[in-house]
Nanobody, 123 residues
Framework: QVQLVESGGGSVQAGGSLRLSCAAS????????MGWFRQAPGKEREGVAA???????SYADSVKGRFTISQDNAKNTLYLQMNSLKPEDTAMYYC?????????????????WGQGTQVTVSS
């Protein structure tokens, strides 16, 4: 059974940094594409970044140059390093996994989701 558990969220001032982690279990981690999504109150869940088993990545335009997605296959863990945070980055952040989604940032492509970790950025 696929299980994804996020951690690392918190409150930070604008310009600050946070690193999110997502611990995965229940499947062959290296065979899946992993993604980070976020959802602010009253808004749809949007893709932030994705990484494939070969290390290829994709990013939403809104976070390019500020966020970095990475993974440690030995630890079955996904990361999101978030720098230069802005108030508009405030949201619940979720990690997601699925096979053969080819770096998609569409939430409809992923079948496995974590419970989320809250990120709040104050101005």
């Amino acid at each position: 059974q696929v299980q994804l558990v996020e951690s690392g969220g918190g409150s930070v001032q604008a310009g600050g940094s946070l690193r999110l982690s997502c611990a995965a279990s229940g499947y062959t981690y290296s065979s899946y594409c992993m993604g980070w999504f976020r959802q602010a109150p009253g808004k749809e869940r949007e893709g932030v970044a994705a990484i494939d088993s070969d290390g290829s990545t994709s990013y939403a335009d809104s976070v390019k140059g500020r966020f970095t997605i990475s993974q440690d296959n030995a630890k079955n863990t996904l990361y999101l390093q978030m720098n230069s945070l802005k108030p508009e980055d405030t949201a619940m952040y979720y990690c997601a996994a699925d096979a053969r989604v080819f770096l998609s940032l569409s939430r409809y492509e992923y079948n496995y989701w974590g419970q989320g970790t809250q990120v709040t950025v104050s101005s």
